[in-house]
């Protein structure tokens, strides 16, 4: 008689405390250690050393080509550092990267740099861009968060002092809409980091590579995850009290009325409305919208949002119309061949990176429910880049914005691909009645749109994306997977592999009753051991 199968067990997460939340949400950064053997972080390296010398960076694959990894993503402490901050049903999304530093040549050797330069000069070989910049999504473009929706962790294998080239990052510009010269003398450098240092890191955040000065090859593994919840109350050890700011604020600014609001919402408590405000402070507030200075701009959205202010936030959001924001900025040729931006490169509008939406926006989507009917009226208005907005204030109002779900869905019929990804993944965040929306997904993900087709980045059409933001809008929702177990298994073959990956996400989900515990483990193993070409078209395009 065969010996019965255990089912899986993993040691408890280590879940992160009160401070250390705060900290995350005011600084955007933690560093963690995985915790593990020695020999399992030297394996990693010696693995990813053989690889990176001998064949070419595998991308997405990384993964499956060095399987121990995925002891680092199951580690006790980060399992529960990601919990804490994205919510027990987390994943890992589809796109992970390897990033290395090579030893820089000997005449650039002796340069050494504090920390805070921007563009330094980067050994031969090396991946990744030493310029502060904040990431964009992969493939194409998804909406700027200020609530934590996505995080990334990044894993050094190999002991990286400061000389051998940490990534290096800038604590609260993952609330920033632009950066500036000015962030960077806030640079944080990890320095003495050991073999098995994990940075949590919130997904905006800005950071940039760092010169290599030893003779040795610095490795680092990006991962990205992603929430698939709102939460409904605290997820990590703590959250029974108000927001106080943290004994340590890294960063050049305090927006403690956005921290307190994003505390607020991770605990599942959103704050109430304030006083309403006269019409001189609305106004001075409204003029604050979308400027530069970073502190003005986000105090302004939280005085607009607590004041109840939504139809002079909304008529502002409107007089945005007409302009053809949808479409990202294009780009002209100068005398000297060089490219510089045809128009303001400040100017909100979509990007095929990441998209930072209007800051009527997000103060819309801070005011709960009573912004939802005047945002349907906004959904509906022939302009893509005002409804794009509305979709997104829409999804950041949640569950209370369930109404809007059949609106929402009407949008996945619209011409432009960016109107309708920016709809379903307000339909994802929103996360109830999704149901209302099941038979447009369904088409979106079963039917071809001609139209959507054209291949914009990375191998990536619209229709590819859409179809990705479709799986998250089911990945989030509340219909039980055995109503759409069907459609589940029919993904399965979409030539995307990013749809798979998350079909499979729901398929194997804990609790998902056509799985028994063997089986459970059997898949986890296969997805981890699992290569994905999407991004690859015959070329080595990671």
Not at 106 to 127: F, L, V
Not at 173 to 195: C, G, I, N, R, S
Request: glycine fraction near 8%; include cysteine; proline fraction near 7%.
């Amino acid at each position: 008689m065969a010996t019965p199968i255990a089912p899986s067990t993993k040691p408890s997460p280590i879940k992160l405390d009160d401070e250390q939340v705060r900290r995350y949400i005011t600084d955007g950064v933690l560093v963690l250690n995985a915790d593990l053997n020695d020999a399992i972080h030297q394996r990693i390296f010696e693995k990813i050393s053989w690889n990176n010398n001998r064949e070419f960076n595998m991308g997405n694959n990384v993964l499956p080509r060095v399987p121990e990894l995925q002891q680092v993503i199951d580690a006790p402490s980060v399992r529960g550092a990601l919990q804490s901050v994205l919510g027990d049903d987390y994943i890992l999304h589809p796109h992970r990267f390897m990033h290395a530093s090579e030893p820089l040549d000997e005449a650039d050797g002796h340069a050494r740099i504090a920390g805070h330069e921007h563009g330094p000069t980067m050994g031969k070989g090396s991946s990744g861009s030493s310029h502060w910049h904040q990431d964009a999504h992969s493939p194409l473009s998804r909406a700027r968060y200020q609530v934590p929706r996505f995080a990334m962790i990044l894993y050094f294998p190999q002991d990286t002092p400061a000389s051998r080239g940490p990534t290096r990052v800038i604590p609260g510009t993952h609330l920033q809409a632009t950066l500036e010269e000015a962030d960077y003398p806030f640079a944080l450098v990890p320095d003495a980091a050991k073999a098995g240092t994990c940075v949590l890191v919130d997904f905006d955040i800005a950071h940039a590579g760092m010169p290599n000065h030893t003779d040795m090859s610095r490795y680092m593994f990006k991962f990205v995850f992603m929430r698939t919840r709102n939460p409904l109350a605290p997820s990590w050890n703590g959250g029974d009290s108000a927001w106080q700011d943290p004994s340590i604020v890294l960063g050049r600014y305090r927006h403690t009325r956005t921290w307190s609001r994003i505390w607020e919402w991770m605990r599942g408590t959103p704050q109430q409305p304030g006083a309403p405000l006269s019409i001189d402070e609305i106004s001075q507030n409204l003029g604050q919208l979308n400027v530069d200075n970073q502190a003005l701009r986000l105090d302004a959205i939280e005085r607009l949002a607590d004041g109840g202010a939504v139809e002079a936030v909304a008529d502002q959001l409107l007089a945005h119309a007409g302009k053809s924001r949808e479409f990202s900025l294009r780009y002209k040729a100068t005398d000297d061949g060089s490219k510089v931006p045809d128009g303001d490169p400040k100017e909100r509008r979509w990007t095929e990176g990441a998209t930072v939406l209007q800051d009527e926006a997000y103060a819309l989507g801070a005011m709960g429910e009573s912004a939802v009917d005047r945002l349907l009226e906004l959904l509906d208005v022939d302009d893509a880049w005002i409804k794009i907005n509305a979709a997104f204030a829409l999804g950041e109002i949640g569950a209370a914005a369930g109404r809007a779900i059949p609106p929402l869905a009407a949008q996945l019929l619209h011409k432009r691909h960016q109107v309708a990804r920016a709809a379903l993944d307000a339909i994802a965040a929103i996360g109830v009645n999704t149901r209302g929306a099941l038979p447009a997904i369904q088409r979106l993900l079963t039917e071809e749109n001609p139209g959507w087709q054209k291949t914009i980045m990375r191998g990536w059409s619209g229709e590819n994306q859409a179809r990705f933001n479709a799986m998250c809008a089911l990945l989030g929702s509340d219909i039980p997977t055995g109503e759409i177990e069907e459609l589940l298994v029919a993904c399965l073959d979409d030539p995307n592999g990013y749809v798979p990956a998350l079909a499979l996400e729901m398929l194997t989900a804990p609790g998902h009753d056509r799985v028994a515990p063997p089986l459970a483990r059997a898949l986890d193993f296969l997805k981890s051991h699992r290569f994905d070409d999407t991004l690859a078209g015959g070329q080595r395009v990671y």
